[in-house]
């Protein structure tokens, strides 16, 4: 029995922060889903930045999604004090019983000094006196590659005596019906319907996570002389539509792109609707997660213990280089990973194979 578990049953409204990437709010849904099963009754609040804010708009488990806009500071300093106080003042308003604060951002121990909840929860680990002492408790974290990120997340649940179910750890996005309609139009016009096409995203935010153009394009002609259709999708910056573009024109064959076309919700949606999903560890890949897709994923720096394919089936791909995973931006810091380079095209399409069966043998 843990000593210092809270009364749950005092909990009336609760704040959830997690002010980071996209991939890191997504991997924080299941912690919304456990309070509200767990708890009658309670309100499941978030803060994220406003950016993320579609990987849990519209989670059933959620009551209120509050954002902070990096954009802010254009606004100058009198512009952004204006805005922050607005959002400061809105949460000091839900009155709050539990902070939980699921990184190690300063942030985060300024609100719960400034909310006055009644418990508030963060990450154990050297961050100062402040951030100690603004916290009624601190949860364990298993570093070094050895404990999934959702895993880590619903640990500021146990450590206040709440344990989470099995069944209810998955990940949960929703697209909404207008993203889903438009990638079903976009599809269709191209000839490509529902279930029947391979969903390759080939970049990351982080370029240096990448496959090279070269052994991408070589993998979709692999794909695409068995007769696989191919959907690529990659975000609209300047670096990954580079990235696309050299794909494009090494392909043998034509594929379907819908590169730098999709929002956030309607990426969700074309992978929704895909039979598999292969991209690198990246945001939609843990898209891929939470709408069941199956997924072959290519780790390179990062670690796939900690941010792999979550509750879905998957095949990662890895070379063993001892020094993985380092977590830095390239080998020697020159923006290339040899780990993943060194990939070859037919160990993915292996990996896709026993995935996605020959359909005389499905």
Same mark, same amino acid.
């Given at each position: 029995?843990?000593?210092?578990?809270?009364?749950?049953?005092?909990?009336?409204?609760?704040?959830?922060?997690?002010?980071?990437?996209?991939?890191?709010?997504?991997?924080?849904?299941?912690?919304?889903?456990?309070?509200?099963?767990?708890?009658?009754?309670?309100?499941?609040?978030?803060?994220?930045?406003?950016?993320?804010?579609?990987?849990?708009?519209?989670?059933?488990?959620?009551?209120?999604?509050?954002?902070?806009?990096?954009?802010?500071?254009?606004?100058?300093?009198?512009?952004?004090?204006?805005?922050?106080?607005?959002?400061?003042?809105?949460?000091?308003?839900?009155?709050?019983?539990?902070?939980?604060?699921?990184?190690?951002?300063?942030? !985060?121990?300024?609100?719960?000094?400034?909310?006055?909840?009644?418990?508030?929860?963060?990450?154990? !680990?050297?961050?100062?006196?402040?951030?100690?002492?603004?916290?009624?408790?601190?949860?364990?974290?298993?570093? !070094?590659?050895?404990?999934?990120?959702?895993?880590?997340?619903?640990?500021?649940?146990?450590?206040?005596?709440?344990?989470?179910l099995p069944q209810e750890r998955r990940l949960v996005f929703v697209a909404d019906a207008a993203a889903r309609s438009r990638v079903e139009g976009l599809l269709q016009a191209q000839g490509v319907w529902p279930g029947g096409y391979l969903l390759v995203h080939p970049t990351s935010r982080w370029m240096f996570k990448t496959?090279?153009?070269?052994?991408?394009?070589?993998?979709?002609?692999?794909?695409?002389?068995?007769?696989?259709?191919?959907?690529?999708?990659?975000?609209?910056?300047?670096?990954?539509?580079?990235?696309?573009?050299?794909?494009?024109?090494?392909?043998?064959?034509?594929?379907?792109?819908?590169?730098?076309?999709?929002?956030?919700?309607?990426?969700?949606?074309?992978?929704?609707?895909?039979?598999?999903?292969?991209?690198?560890?990246?945001?939609?890949?843990?898209?891929?997660?939470?709408?069941?897709?199956?997924?072959?994923?290519?780790?390179?720096?990062? !670690?796939?213990?900690?941010?792999?394919?979550?509750?879905?089936?998957?095949?990662?791909?890895?070379?063993?280089?001892?020094?993985?995973?380092?977590?830095?931006?390239?080998?020697?810091?020159?923006?290339?990973?040899?780990?993943?380079?060194?990939?070859?095209?037919?160990?993915?399409?292996?990996?896709?194979?026993?995935?996605?069966?020959?359909?005389?043998?499905?």
């Amino acid at each position: 029995m843990l000593k210092d578990a809270i009364d749950f049953s005092a909990v009336r409204r609760v704040l959830v922060i997690k002010l980071r990437h996209h991939g890191d709010v997504l991997l924080t849904s299941p912690v919304l889903t456990v309070l509200k099963n767990h708890v009658p009754g309670i309100e499941v609040d978030a803060l994220v930045y406003h950016d993320t804010r579609e990987m849990l708009s519209d989670h059933p488990a959620l009551d209120r999604l509050f954002t902070i806009d990096r954009r802010w500071k254009a606004l100058g300093p009198v512009g952004q004090l204006r805005a922050e106080w607005a959002v400061l003042r809105a949460l000091r308003a839900r009155q709050y019983d539990l902070v939980i604060h699921l990184t190690n951002h300063k942030r !985060g121990a300024w609100l719960a000094r400034w909310l006055r909840p009644r418990w508030a929860v963060a990450p154990a !680990g050297p961050f100062g006196k402040f951030f100690a002492r603004s916290f009624t408790h601190r949860y364990a974290v298993v570093g !070094g590659n050895r404990r999934h990120t959702v895993e880590t997340h619903l640990d500021a649940l146990r450590r206040l005596g709440l344990q989470p179910l099995p069944q209810e750890r998955r990940l949960v996005f929703v697209a909404d019906a207008a993203a889903r309609s438009r990638v079903e139009g976009l599809l269709q016009a191209q000839g490509v319907w529902p279930g029947g096409y391979l969903l390759v995203h080939p970049t990351s935010r982080w370029m240096f996570k990448t496959w090279p153009t070269e052994r991408m394009a070589a993998f979709i002609d692999l794909l695409t002389a068995r007769g696989i259709p191919v959907v690529l999708t990659a975000a609209p910056s300047a670096e990954e539509m580079q990235c696309v573009e050299g794909i494009l024109a090494r392909l043998a064959r034509p594929v379907v792109s819908l590169a730098g076309q999709l929002s956030l919700k309607e990426l969700g949606a074309a992978i929704a609707s895909a039979r598999l999903f292969v991209g690198m560890d990246s945001v939609p890949m843990h898209l891929a997660a939470a709408t069941g897709v199956p997924t072959v994923a290519l780790f390179g720096p990062s !670690g796939e213990v900690e941010w792999g394919p979550w509750q879905v089936p998957h095949r990662i791909l890895t070379q063993p280089f001892s020094c993985r995973p380092c977590g830095k931006d390239g080998c020697g810091g020159g923006k290339r990973s040899e780990c993943i380079d060194t990939i070859v095209p037919e160990a993915v399409l292996a990996a896709c194979e026993a995935l996605w069966p020959d359909e005389e043998e499905a």
